[in-house]
């Protein structure tokens, strides 16, 4: 890639740590769903690492994210502890939304992560309201908002199309195309191959990448980004990837083609982007170093997390409201 | 004091909070240079411009989105449903992301939202143009609601709401936009969960809600001619909710009524009624009555004046009461 031969190597290995981490973490998040310490579901992101850590990596410090339930993975991406996020999958009082949202509502507002949501495409027109507050309030700040494929068949994903081209807002839309609901393929749930198209419709630039491209989701997000700081409008760019594991944890697990979690593995983002760092000349053990380094401080979290109190009964009524003056 | 409809004191209460709160936004339909489908807003385009009085596209669940969003990253927003019927499409928004977010993001973040929404009750516009949900929106934690009646309070309450860091809905009625009341020019708030005492009386309560407080007013005047004094109670905010004046009303009358346009099956009186037998269930000389609408979608045009409970259907009730 022309694009990253300006960059160092370091922040490269930098996204690399990320990825592993984010792969460490969903790792973690599985197993302890199955021993019973999360509960209700958990939805990983496995196979799709490549794209938070390659759309985060565009965005400046100021920049908000709005997220998915699936969306651990842009968690991590837009700088938010890993310890803080799991002790919330535990639901404990030291997690990121103390221990009352869990694994599908993540929220970090000091890092700009207005919150992963459970309500698919719920949160699009919310990330639309964000992006018109920045306008009015003269922030330059762009808004990145990721949803899925599902979310692309829903009204409010239309109707956020149409306000903010219409508003020419600062808004980036990531769909994250993985190719299936529950179990569902796309080719059987969506018109037209490409959910991109949908954007054009529009009159919103949109293109479909391979979602699995660390440096080419990066370097697009870098180009959508820089429209809509210009002031030129929303972008969209769908990345096609895959989800290796279940919809989620609690969910059954049959696809359509049992091959098919073979040919995903060929895809897997993160030995893709290792080779491609080993070609730019990073030591093949400083890969090994980041990949131990991440996956410590994953294990740091777990072990955080599971040493942090549970929420006392008394506390469930506490927090509905704001108080005045907050 | 001057004498100023219920829209017009709406109308005042926002332009003073805009003027005040110089982020504050409105979003909604036709709600620029048109003022809104009731009118309620006059001259606030002209004065605060299409960046704070924006016309949207018709589209409520992501209007109520939008103002979720700017909510959450420092502007206050106020959004316009048109009718309370169409709140059914911004469902979502409202139930599950307003009312909720403040909770599940470990207070993190604050949803300073109002969103006015009007009963179209009384106008014979039909089964989709009709309702009064509120009951819908009073089962949902985390969501505050104000309904008042009357222009004072509705200038008053507004501007609690319009003050307030949670999502406060704000439910208005076209058939008390007209009518006027007292209301001061000056600066003044009336918080949510205080009922209000419209009219003194020893022999019955009656509680009643939105576009039935003037017919229960109606009813206790005539009533008054019979000898029988009704106390008038408009909760006037449904969340939070003033059992406590409800509740000592019931403990000096021992009889209560309460009326409402909604539909009779869980409706707010429903919940009324269960709370005052858990909080003044031995003072009850009679069981408490309800008056509301009926359990039919409303019919277009001559039919639905039959729907929903007048004058004269309160008033029988509250002398059956006393017999």
């Known amino acids: 890639m022309i694009a990253t031969t300006d960059r160092t190597l370091n922040s490269l290995l930098g996204l690399y740590n990320q990825m592993v981490m984010i792969r460490a973490f969903e790792e973690s998040a599985i197993e302890l769903f199955a021993k019973g310490l999360i509960t209700g579901s958990t939805h990983p992101c496995i196979g799709q690492e490549a794209i938070p850590v390659g759309a985060c990596s565009a965005l400046d410090p100021n920049d908000l994210v709005l997220a998915t339930y699936r969306g651990h993975g842009a968690a991590i991406a837009k700088g938010s502890p ?58 330059r700040q762009v808004v990145l908002c990721f ?27 990531i769909c994250e195309n993985n190719g299936y609901a529950i179990s569902v393929p796309t080719s059987k749930s969506q018109a037209t191959p490409d959910i991109a198209d949908r954007a054009r419709g529009f009159g919103i630039p949109a293109i479909s990448i391979d979602g699995n491209d660390l440096l080419e989701v990066q370097a697009r997000t870098a180009t959508a980004v820089a429209h809509a700081r210009r002031g030129d409008g929303p972008f969209m760019i769908e ?79 506490e927090g509905i409201y704001a108080d005045h003056g907050t | ?56 596209p018709l589209c409520e669940s992501a209007t109520v989105g939008f103002g979720i969003g700017l909510a959450i990253s420092g502007v206050r927003a106020v959004v316009e449903v048109e009718f309370m019927d169409f709140t059914t499409f911004a469902m979502d928004q409202i139930v599950n992301q307003a009312a909720k977010m403040h909770y599940f993001t470990g207070g993190q973040l604050t949803v300073p939202l109002v969103i006015r929404t009007p009963i179209v009750s009384r106008m014979g516009m039909g089964p989709q143009h009709s309702q009064s949900l509120e009951a819908w929106f009073m089962h949902v934690p985390g969501l505050k609601i104000a309904i008042p009646s009357n222009a004072y309070d509705a200038k008053g309450l507004l501007k609690t709401a ?56 109606a009813a206790a005047e005539e009533l008054e001619q019979e000898g029988i004094a009704v106390e008038v109670i408009d909760p006037r905010s449904l969340n939070p909710f003033d059992t406590a004046t409800l509740a000592d009303s019931l403990r000096k009358t021992g009889r209560m009524v309460i009326t409402h346009d909604a539909c009779r099956t869980c409706g707010v009186a429903a919940e009324i009624s269960q ?18 609408g009926l359990d039919v979608p409303t019919p277009s045009g001559y039919l639905h004046s039959t729907v929903v409970p007048d004058k004269s259907r309160i008033a029988d009730a509250i002398r059956s009461l006393m017999n």
Request: charged content about 25%; proline content about 7%.
């Open chain 1, 239 to 317: 990345c096609k990837t895959v989800r290796w594991e279940r919809h989620s944890a609690f969910s059954a697990g049959r696809y359509d083609n049992p091959d098919e979690a073979q040919r995903w593995r060929k895809v897997d983002p993160i030995p893709r982007f290792a080779k491609k760092l080993l070609v730019m000349g990073a030591p093949p053990e400083q890969l090994s170093a980041e990949e131990a380094a991440a996956r410590a401080t994953i294990q740091e979290a777990v072990d955080f997390a599971l040493n942090s109190p549970l929420p006392t009964p008394e506390s469930v009524s």
């Open chain 2, 275 to 292: 709370r005052m037998m858990e909080e003044a269930f031995d003072y009850l000389n009679a069981p408490i009555t309800r008056i509301t």
């Open chain 1, 82 to 139: 890993p310890k803080y996020l799991m002790a919330e999958l535990l639901t404990r009082t030291t997690g990121c939304c103390k221990g009352r949202g869990g694994s599908m509502h993540l929220c970090d507002k000091e890092r700009g992560l207005l919150g992963t949501n459970a309500i698919v495409a719920a949160h699009i027109p919310i990330a639309g309201g964000v992006a018109l507050s920045s306008r009015l309030r003269k922030s």
């Open chain 1, 147 to 173: 949803f899925g494929d599902g979310a692309s068949c829903e009204g409010e994903f239309f109707e956020t199309l149409n306000m903010s081209a219409l508003w020419k807002l600062p808004l980036v839309f």
């Open chain 2, 162 to 217: 319009l003050r307030d860091p949670n999502p406060v809905l704000f439910i208005e009625n076209v058939r008390l936009y007209g009518a006027k009341t007292e209301v001061p020019e000056s600066d003044y708030c009336i918080p949510l969960g205080q009922a209000r005492v419209l009219r003194s009386g020893s022999d019955v309560t009656l509680v009643a809600i939105s576009a039935a407080v003037p017919e229960g007013l």
């Open chain 2, 1 to 56: 004091m001057p004498v100023i409809t219920m829209r017009e004191a709406i109308d005042q209460a926002i332009r003073e909070e805009m003027h005040r709160q110089p982020e504050l936004v409105l979003l909604g339909q036709d709600i620029g240079a048109y003022g809104g489908t009731f009118g309620v807003y006059r001259g606030l385009f002209e004065e605060f411009g299409p960046e704070r009085v924006r016309d949207g």
